[in-house]
């Protein structure tokens, strides 16, 4: 993830000078890592923009307490983070929205095994093609929100270990233990799309 | 390395997290054992596809978007530019407005006399006249155009003559209008002394001959409603009873029961079915409500009016009851209930607190009903109510019930009464 930390450290102290712009520059350098988080993490891209958005806007608010004991971006990860789990957490208890959610991607609501031709192409064959995009994406949202969480910050996002645990603000061993059965658990769901030979 | 010690390590295995002897152990077991080697395979695809979703584009102009929300104004500032802005426009449409609802409100207030009435009980306590007209002679509160058609002349209207002893002893021992405090304001309908919890539900429901016992009124009793009666006594100097300890529950409602076997709840259920049969749809508890309504009195018959307005009072719902009990008088003045209904419009009177209007009702009662059993009661209530507006001729009626009735339920608490409001 590249990240120029001077340049990050300038624009949050623009920020809290009150240089909107400044805060602007920032958003422009993070939206992509944002809205790729939230939209993997809810499948929906209105959706996805609004939670971007409104992390954002908590990171504004936020940013005159933020003392620079950390890295901006660690700093934002987090609040990234949990605002997806916040928000997964309250559309769970919103049986409509969560059925909106869990329906899948972009207006797919079919299992992704109806979906499926009858012989799988290889993965290799498949990544490019938009389909094994959105079931991925479909399988994704049925994973537990920790779970999900911990393998798009690893797999889609690319952070380190120790990036990831910071984020969480768990140990490095449970970062390890998390994402093994994370991976493990989307492997089960990926079997029957998958053929291996 | 066993099967599951070598899956448990795929993970760290595929980000290159393994070292040393676990790396060496793995890589010997995969090339060892088929079934994990496939295992590896489809484990490796499976965290390879989902690498492959890769970052997305956040749709064009988020940033510009972000940063708008971040300097729109705050809320308040938003509602009030929706309110005022443009100011030549929203104005007048403000005005305008405001002129409907307040119309509006005044057209509700001037048709609905339920509202007026609690206007001018909020007035009358602060009008120094109130008290000065002797009961016989005063005007109830400003009657609504309804009750004045309810009630036909000769059984509404009092002659002032033959003054009776209470009306004597009442002229003779009441203090100047000067010196009289006014009598307490109205407090709100919940606040005012309830009937024991289960009368309001079962008199209209109840067979039993338990007798309809209204509901508890705080005066000379209850906390709330005493000092109130405390407050009026206090300018009477020396003549003021010290305050009286709490009564044991539910004494305050013994007290101030009407006599048993007046008015049996069982008659209700049968009036209520009587009056079913007469007209099931009509609108019972409103009958003397307005000039609307009293187009259909007439037809009703005299057990659904009484019934109805026994039914509102034991509800508690003493304005209706009160305009109930009023129509079945004047609709019905030769039905052998009016007696009751005349003591139950009283002390539907004198549960509102509307002392001035309670006590030409008892009156009434007791001129025209000399022998009723409803006249110990009348004697007792007509005493307290008179003593809750500052007149001791209260007393003297409260030692009629004492000396005439020894052995009617009032007796006891108007001899209570005696010894701590009249010393």
Request: aromatic share 6%.
């Amino acid at each position: 993830m590249p990240v120029e930390q001077n340049d990050d450290h300038s624009l949050v102290t623009r920020t809290q000078a009150g240089d909107v712009a400044a805060f602007e520059a920032l958003v422009r350098r993070y939206e992509r890592w944002v809205f790729s988080l939230t939209l993997r993490m809810v499948g929906d891209r209105g959706e996805a923009e609004d939670m971007a958005q409104e992390v954002f806007l908590k990171a504004y608010r936020g940013l005159p307490r933020f003392k620079g004991n950390s890295r901006f971006s660690t700093w934002l990860y987090a609040i990234a983070s949990h605002h997806c789990l916040n928000h997964l957490q309250g559309r769970r208890r919103r049986p409509a929205a969560s059925a909106r959610g869990s329906a899948g991607v972009a207006g797919e609501d079919l299992p992704a095994a109806e979906r499926l031709p009858d012989e799988a192409p290889r993965a290799d064959d498949l990544l490019e093609r938009e389909e094994l995009a959105r079931i991925v994406q479909t399988e994704l949202t049925f994973l537990t929100e920790e779970h999900r969480l911990i393998l798009i910050l690893r797999d889609i996002q690319g952070l380190a270990y120790h990036e990831i645990a910071e984020t969480l603000g768990v140990e490095l061993g449970t970062v390890r233990s998390r994402l093994h059965r994370a991976r493990a658990a989307m492997r089960e769901r990926l079997e029957a799309h998958l053929s291996v030979g | 390395m066993t099967c599951d010690e070598a899956r448990e390590a795929f993970s760290e295995f595929h980000d290159d997290m393994l070292s040393g002897a676990r790396l060496m152990d793995l890589t010997q077991h995969l090339d060892e054992c088929p079934d994990c080697r496939a295992e590896w395979a489809a484990f490796s695809m499976s965290v390879q596809v989902v690498s492959g979703l890769g970052m997305a584009d956040p749709p064009p102009g988020f940033a510009a978007r972000v940063r708008q929300q971040i300097e729109a104004p705050p809320w308040w500032r938003r509602l009030a530019r929706t309110l005022f802005v443009p100011l030549p426009v929203k104005i007048p449409i403000h005005v305008v407005a405001l002129a409907v609802l307040s119309f509006a409100g005044l057209m509700l207030f001037q048709r609905s006399p339920e509202l007026r009435r609690e206007a001018e009980v909020r007035v009358a306590p602060s009008a120094p006249g109130v008290r000065q007209a002797p009961p016989a002679s005063r005007t109830p509160a400003p009657p609504s155009a309804g009750r004045e058609r309810a009630a036909p002349s000769g059984t509404g209207a009092r002659p002032p003559e033959a003054p009776s002893k209470l009306e004597r002893a009442e002229g003779e021992a009441a203090p100047p209008a000067a010196s009289a405090p006014p009598p307490p304001a109205p407090m709100p309908l919940e606040k005012r002394a309830r009937a024991p919890s289960s009368l309001p539900e079962e008199a209209p429901k109840s067979k039993s001959a338990a007798p309809l016992t209204p509901p508890q009124t705080g005066v000379g009793r209850s906390a709330e409603p005493q000092a109130t009666a405390e407050d009026l006594r206090l300018p009477l100097g020396g003549l003021a009873a010290p305050a009286r300890p709490p009564a044991e529950p539910g004494g305050a409602a013994e007290d101030l029961r009407p006599p048993p076997g007046r008015l049996q709840t069982s008659t209700l259920p049968q009036a209520q079915s009587q009056g079913a049969a007469v007209g099931p749809t009509t609108p019972a508890p409103a009958a003397g409500a307005g000039p609307a309504r009293q187009s259909s009195v007439p037809t009703m018959s005299p057990d659904v009016l009484f019934s109805a307005a026994a039914t509102q009072y034991a509800q508690q719902e003493y304005d209706r009851a009160i305009e109930g009990f009023k129509t079945f008088i004047a609709t019905h003045p030769q039905d052998a209930r009016v007696a009751d209904a005349r003591y139950l419009l009283g002390d539907s009177y004198f549960l509102r607190r509307r002392y001035a209007e309670a006590i030409p009702e008892f009156d009434t009662l007791i001129r025209q009903f000399p022998n009723s059993s409803r006249v110990p009661a009348a004697l007792y209530r007509g005493g307290q109510a008179r003593l809750s507006l500052g007149d001791r001729a209260g007393c003297q009626l409260l030692r009629d019930v004492a000396t005439r009735y020894p052995q009617a339920r009032e007796a006891a608490s108007a001899r209570e009464d005696l010894s701590t409001r009249c010393p």
